[in-house]
């Protein structure tokens, strides 16, 4: 189907798959797959931004001889309850893993609340609990944030956008463009389960043993990863798009191609088998509180090693090396030796995930 075949005009046909223009904003353009880089590419170069090897989860800034990273983000999720946290929790955890995997200390978040009319008072008063909670174990501080209320179907409950600065330490840089041929690439812990929460409470899917999301903060891990003299090339937390979408990313902004090993790649039985029975890829199903590492191809082995020493429970593995210099191509193999590219999604497999 071409742009031109769109529903509505002679001779076009119903496709449901996003078309590569709109003129219209879509669900597509928030999915973290190619039409919503588009959307952002355009931002982009409209406000001056950062070259692509430059492009990160947040922005590091000189400051007064030193240097801070500053993130924003914003969260939309329904349900705002779900097991494993909240809208409120996620909004904490989300910002201050961006900050994270900057290389930063996170010190301070703000918080905008849009609240729809006639939003029950006991859920906001859960849902600021929970910020308030999670910052306290996240060791960080709400010092500003504003609250607007919008009427009926203008907001369905509540919206939450954070603001966040870190501190980043001399020495520290883990940008796209530092990755290189050899490198081999690590993700922190099995992959999936936050989408696969979400998408069983909104549909009310009952398995045999609930899956929970894996929201949680990962600072205090990339820090000692940080500081255990494993020298860090670039660090991206996997959220929307998932595994998939940030590879083909950081592959794309470092001018660089991936090879993954599909087998390596930790899935928990659990979320394999919610995905098998709806549909969905765990490749670019979101997380909430996992990242993937690159370093020198001698010191992933080490790497997971460390990780797993944090949390004897975790999954890390090294999933895959950066095969050379390239165009951003990520390929996957599977364990009988073929090759596939591992696509990116237009749109998303399950919008309002975070």
Known sequence: ???????????????PVPLSRHAVVTLAHGGGGTIMKRLVDGFVEAFGGPAPGDRHDGAVLELNGGRIAFTTDSYVID??????????????????NDLAVCGARP?????????????????LERVVESMADAARRCGVRFVTGDTKVVGHPGCDGIYI?????GAVPPGVDVRPANVRPGDGIVVSGDIGRHGMAIM??????????????????????VGRILESGIPVRCM???????????????????????????????????????CELLGFDPLHVANEGRFVTFVPGGMAADLVRLMASFD???????????????????????SLGTRRPMSVLSGEQLPRIC
Request: hydrophobic content about 35%.
């Open 79 to 96: 349900p705002i309850f779900f097991p494993g946290g909240d809208i409120g929790s996620l909004a904490v955890h989300g910002t201050v």
């Open 161 to 165: 956008n954070t603001a966040g600065i």
């Open 312 to 334: 004897p429970e975790s999954t890390p593995a090294c999933i895959g090396t950066v095969a050379g210099e390239g165009t951003g191509a990520v390929t996957l193999r599977s």
């Open 200 to 221: 069983c409470a909104r549909e009310g899917i009952g398995l045999e043993t609930d899956i929970e999301s894996d929201s949680a903060p990962i600072h205090g891990v």
């Open 236 to 274: 991206r937390d996997l959220t929307r798009g998932g595994l998939a979408a940030a590879l083909s990313e950081i592959a794309s902004d470092s001018s660089t191609d991936f090879i993954i090993e599909e087998p390596s790649v930790p899935v928990n039985g659990q979320v394999r088998a919610a």
């Open 1 to 15: 189907m071409t742009d031109r075949d769109s529903p509505g005009r002679p001779g076009g046909f119903s496709c």
């Open 107 to 123: 010190l301070w978040l703000s918080a905008g609340l849009i609240l729809g009319e006639g939003f029950p008072l006991d859920s």
